[in-house]
């Protein structure tokens, strides 16, 4: 793999407007559904990121006639719930979490036989909660030994509904079992711990499959039923925009307007919990595109200052955290998170990588099992930063620069192109002074 390196001087302003690339959430989901509908599915906005575009090839190498991507828009030559082939040889599913975890629910109820792999990071990541609910459910799958991928589906299988209340508030994994729950007989009903993205349930309603809410907890669905194809507009990922919300939150002179955002409720945690620490965010003109809620998001540097992050936002920001913590680095005060435990089993241990980095940059940052507490001083050094290839940790510390003393240097960046091509051109363009170089 090629290495890269970010270098990011210290300080500076944003300013302008942008629209950065779409949601990688609803761009798998866009995909996958598309490929399994009847009839053509139009895809604009779609985020051509490495993680994306590894389950647009996975679709491909089953057989489905797949147009573009180019500027964003795919056309997918839907093949219908039974019209996959086998694929020649293991699917390669990169970094992507998304991918390999929705792909296991989908192709647990193939007549043939898969493969799922990807590279170290994924291979490392648990798998069990997925392979669990799907051998329930009547699939054959073997893992390693610590449960992990490469994930061997068998084919043939037979699969039944099941009632599933999830350990851990965790879409991937609701939306795994709802995908399985395509295939199985009878109603496959998944109940949260808390809400989680919602973007399976909105787009196979998109689809015409029927989908029934109990509360804000359960959802539930019969299989047997048919796809319709559609149109699909992606809005621009939240997750992506949440670096430049903190950028611009922390560097004095900053305002920033981020266009076509996706503020679905279930993904808008960022907002409010940069809301509580002081930050200046103005929600303008939402409007519904393709069946999602989308708005401008104006920002404004703020004085920002330590809060405790009510546990109830972790997973409607769970990807956001990163971001996060270099906003509570330059807040004043204490910032505590709690009940984010999953962050130590993303792309890479978010909680330890994070603490590290932050200590890298002199902040008193104190990992916890399950969260972090992190004084704030307003300021922060400069230094030299492991991503330990994780995207987030990268661009989280490319904005950190914007408030340190000295020059910002992160190892390991190749993988923002897993979930923000362009990143580097964007954020130079709105005032950031990064230069990357390989090595
Ligand atoms: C995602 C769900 C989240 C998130 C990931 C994308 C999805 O993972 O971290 O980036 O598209 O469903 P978990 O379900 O593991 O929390």
Known sequence: MTTLTFHVEPGGALRGRLRVPGDKSISHRAIMLGSLAEGVTTITGFLEGEDCLATLNAFRAMGVRIDGPEQGSVVVHGVGLHGLTAPTGPLDMGNSGTSIRLMSGLLAGQAFDTVLTGDASLTRRPMRRVTEPLTNMGARIEATETGSAPLHLHGGQ???????????????????????????????RVTEPAPTRDHTERMLEGFGYPVQREGNHTVSMTGGGRLQGTVIDVPSDISSAAFFLVGASIAPGSDLLLEHVGVNPTRTGVIDILRLMGADIEVLNPRLAGGEPVADLRVRSALLHGIAIPEELVPLAIDEFPALFIAAAC???????????????????????????????????????????????GTLAGGTIASHGDHRIAMSFAMAALRAGGPVTIHDCANVNTSFPGFVTLARNTGLTLVESAG
């Open 158 to 188: 037979r699969l039944t509904g099941i009632d599933y209340p999830l350990p851990m508030a965790s879409a991937q994994v609701k939306s795994c079992v709802l995908l399985a729950g395509l295939y199985a007989e009878g109603v496959t």
């Open 331 to 377: 807040a004043e005060g204490m910032t505590v998170l709690t009940g984010a435990e999953e962050l130590r089993v993303k792309e890479s241990d978010r909680i330890q990588v994070m603490a590290d980095g932050l200590i890298a940059l002199g902040v008193a940052a104190g990992p916890t099992a399950d969260g972090m507490v992190i004084q704030g001083r």
